[in-house]
């Protein structure tokens, strides 16, 4: 892969996540799954919430931002 990004736009999941699966294929960086506390942090008593989209995003254009892939 010849791409070079230097800055990601903001991940769809607002706070992005923690322990996605993520990989490149084809030029698509696939980030799939995850957690994160949404609304009250882990320290105060928050609840976890669990993900399962799958976001593409090509890194030949990332301009074009990222895509829900259907499941």
Not at 10 to 38: K, Q, T
Not at 52 to 71: A, E, M, V
């Amino acid at each position: 892969m010849n791409s070079t990004i230097e800055r990601l736009l903001d991940y769809p999941i607002h706070g992005g996540v923690s322990a996605p699966f993520a990989g490149v294929h084809n030029n698509m960086l696939i980030v799939a799954g995850g957690c994160n506390f949404p609304d009250v942090p882990a320290s105060d008593g928050g609840s976890k919430d669990f993900y399962d989209d799958i976001f593409y995003l090509d890194t030949t254009q990332p301009q074009n931002g990222w895509t829900k892939s259907f499941s």
